[in-house]
């Protein structure tokens, strides 16, 4: 698996494919403000946001969702689409470690 990702990390260094790495603890931390959060909390989470009352959504797509958001706001604020001053706390924790 290790040579996989070194293969991957490669090909997208080859081609100039920026990569952004988002850890489980970081969307459990931006969802819940717990870094330790159960799966079952953040799909609570992801239903209440969504507004899903009778729909079904499995952990891993709620992890899409969230990391899809959380890449978004990191992406606006690399290409100064977005301020720092925009970022919540939670987001500058997560992109931005020593503010």
Known sequence: ????????LEVCYTRHIRVVYITPAQIKQYVTDDSNAAKNE??????SVLNFNHEKINDDECDAYWVGILSDRFWKLFYKEIEMDSLSDKEKLIFIKNI
Do not use: W
């Open 1 to 8: 698996m290790f040579a996989l990702h070194q293969f991957i």
């Open 42 to 47: 953040i799909v609570f989470k992801t239903r």
